[in-house]
């Protein structure tokens, strides 16, 4: 399967700060890359979609201001979480999607965000 | 709007055994992708096998097939000879094929499938 590479893989930050997670497809060009956040023992929640040169489209209830995506290339997307709080704390997931006719959605192997 | 059940929260499976992971699914779209994927505790997503709706040919992988029944919605995994690092939790998912490009995946809920050696 193809690669997607997610960076950092964890980040320890204090209250208040931001922190940025890249996201990486190695192997093919995505113009559809996605964001999830998976709760422990839960499914992935969908925060938002990006596609490349647009903004994203989040999902109800993820703030905009707060979770900034920017899909800037074909290959990479980044999240950064702003003015990150101890309830951020969380396991992010990228995602990058093959377009036509596969649809094949290829993940990151996640962001561990610990905010003290 | 889609909806994908798991109603298995968890199962375990002997070693070298062969054990079916359940699935149905809503829709009302006439064409759509399933997929299977398997989160091992290292929490890296992995595609396990996929499955064109409008093939019925059922696909399969090495030790992994499904069993696609589009008129029940039903999209089961079967895995044959199970391995050790078969355990992980197993997630269902549809997409629409209409345009399916920005369209997002519809996750279940998860199987945790446990192999026993």
């Known amino acids: 399967g193809a690669v997607v590479s997610q960076h950092p893989s964890r980040v320890i930050c204090k209250s208040g700060t931001s922190v940025k997670i890249e996201c990486r497809s190695l192997d093919f060009q995505a113009t559809t890359m996605f964001w999830y956040r998976q709760f422990p023992k839960k499914s992935l929640m969908l925060m938002a979609t990006?596609?490349?040169?647009?903004?994203?489209?989040?999902e109800q209830g993820v703030e905009k201001d707060k979770f900034l995506i920017n899909h800037a290339s074909l290959t990479l997307s980044t999240l950064t979480v702003t003015s990150a709080h101890p309830e951020d704390s969380s396991f992010y997931i990228c995602?990058?999607?093959?377009?036509?006719?596969?649809?094949?959605?290829?993940f990151g192997p996640g962001t561990r965000l610990t905010v003290t | 709007a889609q909806t994908v059940t798991q109603s298995q929260p968890e199962m375990s499976v002997q070693e070298a055994e062969t054990v079916t992971l359940s699935c149905t699914y809503d829709t009302s779209e006439s064409n759509y992708y399933l997929f299977w994927y398997k989160q091992p505790p290292s929490r890296q997503m992995i595609l396990v096998i996929r499955q064109e709706a409008y093939k019925q040919q059922n696909a399969t992988e090495n030790r992994f097939s499904v069993n696609f029944q589009k008129a029940a919605k039903s999209f089961s995994l079967k895995i044959s000879d199970s391995q050790l690092g078969d355990t992980a939790m197993y997630f269902c998912a549809f997409i629409p094929d209409s345009g399916a490009g920005s369209y997002q995946l519809t996750f279940g809920k998860g199987t945790k499938l446990s192999v026993i050696p």
């Open positions: 990006s596609n490349e040169g647009s903004k994203a489209t989040y």
């Open positions: 995602s990058a999607r093959r377009g036509y006719p596969s649809y094949e959605q290829y």
